[in-house]
């Protein structure tokens, strides 16, 4: 079985500055990673996913995120936010040969002006 | 590619009563799953088809909850004597197998309140 927890449940920040989003995941086999953003009144969607080679994988919009198999995390972070990335983020694993997610609680991040 | 779709988007029943909602995936997706999200949680996964087959069904998937995906296209979702506690967004997501590193998309979600 496998389980997410996500760190923080609410991160405001100003438009600019830098960010992180915190996962950590348990499980007894090895994972897929991914994270899903959740814009206002809109359904989720992929940001990004981890399933082999380079730790470090990136989105098209300027997020990243690196596997890390030790501390068992999947941080997301972005060097500079826009107001625009005001959602909420979901990080989510999977270990099942189907694909099954197992998502954690959410984080919303607010970007003020 | 329309992307996934779900009807209706909202359900408003009083409790005991039936509901089914409908998902249509992405036309040459094989993969199709069902999630429950509740206010302040992630989605939790209920039920998921390979193509016509019903292959898992989560705990959460009491006796009063159904799936069925006929011919493996659209999929339907009955809730049987609802209760209270139903009360939350049912989401459909549909995946083309490549393995367990799919890229799921997700429905706009079918929000239920029981009241």
């Known amino acids: 079985a496998q389980s997410v927890t996500q760190l923080d449940s609410q991160v405001p920040v100003f438009e600019e500055a830098p960010v992180e989003l915190r996962c950590n995941y348990s499980s007894s086999v090895s994972v897929y990673l991914f994270w899903y953003v959740q814009y206002p009144n809109q359904g989720l969607q992929l940001l990004l996913k981890y399933l082999s080679g380079s730790t470090l994988v990136e989105s098209i919009n300027g997020f990243e995120a690196e596997f890390n198999k030790s501390q068992t995390s999947f941080h997301l972070r972005k060097p500079s936010v826009h107001i625009s990335d005001t959602a909420e983020y979901f990080c989510?694993?999977?270990?099942?040969?189907?694909?099954?997610?197992?998502f954690g609680q959410g984080t919303i991040l607010t970007v003020h002006p | 590619d329309t992307g996934v779709s779900q009807d209706p988007r909202h359900k408003i029943t009083k409790r005991g009563q039936n509901v089914t909602f409908r998902c249509d995936p992405i036309s040459e997706h094989n993969r199709l799953y069902w999630y429950r999200q509740t206010l302040g949680q992630g989605p939790e996964f209920l039920t998921y088809f390979q193509n016509e087959a019903q292959l898992e069904k989560s705990r959460l998937l009491s006796d009063r909850f159904s799936a069925e995906r006929p011919k493996g296209s659209f999929s339907t979702l009955e809730i049987q004597r609802t209760e209270q506690g139903d009360s939350a967004m049912y989401l459909c997501a549909s995946s083309l197998s490549e393995g367990a590193g799919d890229t799921q998309y997700f429905g706009p979600g079918t929000r239920l309140t029981v009241l």
């Open positions: 989510a694993v999977s270990g099942t040969s189907y694909g099954k997610l197992t």
